[in-house]
């Protein structure tokens, strides 16, 4: 059992570290381009022990052209992001849009619906 905690516990870890090394690498190489302007890497989820990994990202304006955009950087990323990871594997990354905000708005707005009733 505790195998299997310390094993969440370094994919946990491993994704928080790409995460920020991502954010930066965003920032640093594609800070102006203009479909990734407004982009926030809010999140991140590993599997397979951290070989496979989720980055969610949200997106202030045209979240359809940053997907696009991202997909189409990924390969580049994961390539610098190997140059900076002090790891002997980097995982594979895969860029999904978090709609947590959109949610929560739309459940605020049916609440002061029901409040109104």
Known sequence: MQRI????????RIAAKVQTI???I???NYGEDAALRGV??????AHGSGQFLKLFFYARENRDAAQRR???ITRTVRYELAARMN???????????????ERAERIDVLLN?????
């Not at 926030?40 to 989820?45: C, E, H, I, W």
């Open 87 to 101: 790891q002997k594997y980097v995982p594979d990354i895969r860029f999904v849009y978090d709609d947590t905000l």
């Open 22 to 24: 991502v954010s930066e």
């Open 40 to 45: 926030s890497l809010v999140g991140s989820d």
């Open 26 to 28: 965003l920032r640093d």
């Open 70 to 72: 991202l997909d189409e």
């Open 113 to 117: 619906k029901i409040a109104e009733k």
């Open 5 to 12: 905690k310390s094993e969440s516990n370094r994919a946990a």
